[in-house]
């Protein structure tokens, strides 16, 4: 099994920052993806960025050139900084991980980011 813990959000003005980050720990294999998805009220959830044990990263069009994942493998630690946030942003965020022993990966609780206009 995995636990994550997700930690970081918050409420912040339009064109503010924050940084989310989600600790791993439990059986984790060396080559795995974690990453963020988000779900605004009334909408599915969505992916935000994803990274690689490799380093290797993904964003979604929406988050791309503000926001920036990054990941420290030897703490089963990723992060998401975001920049230049809008309200639209708003949402929760979801940090989760995947590895062949779970390709449906496993999930954090999920921490709320408001983003006020």
């Known amino acids: 099994q995995v636990q994550l813990v997700e930690s970081g959000g918050g409420l912040v003005q339009a064109g503010g920052s924050l940084r989310l980050s989600c600790a791993a720990s439990g059986s984790i294999f060396r080559i795995n993806t974690m990453g963020w998805y988000r779900q605004a009220p009334g909408k599915q959830r969505e992916l935000v960025a994803g990274i690689i044990s490799g380093g290797s990263t993904n964003y979604a069009d929406s988050v791309k050139g503000r926001f920036t994942i990054s990941r420290e493998n030897a703490k089963n630690t990723v992060y998401l900084q975001m920049n230049s946030l809008k309200p639209e942003d708003t949402a929760v965020y979801y940090c989760?991980?995947?590895?062949?022993?779970?390709?449906?990966?496993?999930w954090g609780q999920g921490t709320q980011v408001t983003v006020s206009s």
């Open positions: 989760y991980l995947r590895q062949y022993t779970n390709p449906e990966g496993w």
